[in-house]
């Protein structure tokens, strides 16, 4: 069974950083793309970064580049979100997602409906 489980979201002031976790199991890690997407209450899921299996290729949302960064630990079956200068506009719930198949364009890293499996989410909220 497919358990991809996220951490580290909190309450952290505009300006500072907080660095989620995906811990994955019951699926060959290095075989995946994953992704993180995040859900503000009234919107819809949108896409905040993604990297490929090895690491080499790393794909960002606009809003968040030049801030965030996608890492993943292969050996530890983990993908990490490090986030800085956090604005309250990044307030949302962040899910982390594992994708198969590759997409043959960048846009696909960013489409929902493109990935297997989902974690259940970790809240962030940034307070102004």
């Known amino acids: 069974q497919v358990q991809l489980v996220e951490s580290g979201g909190g309450l952290v002031q505009a300006g500072g950083s907080l660095r989620l976790s995906c811990a994955a199991s019951g699926l060959t890690f290095s075989s995946y793309g994953m992704g993180w997407f995040r859900q503000a209450p009234g919107k819809e899921r949108e896409f905040v970064a993604a990297?490929?299996?090895?690491?080499?290729?790393?794909y960002y949302a606009d809003s968040v580049k030049g801030r965030f960064t996608i890492s993943r630990d292969n050996a530890k079956n983990t993908v990490y979100l490090q986030m800085n200068s956090l604005k309250p506009e990044d307030t949302a719930v962040y899910y982390c997602a594992a994708l198969w198949r590759a997409p043959r364009a960048t846009t696909g890293w960013g489409t929902p409906t493109q990935y297997d499996y989902w974690g259940q989410g970790t809240q962030v909220t940034v307070s102004s």
């Open positions: 990297i490929s299996r090895t690491g080499g290729g790393t």
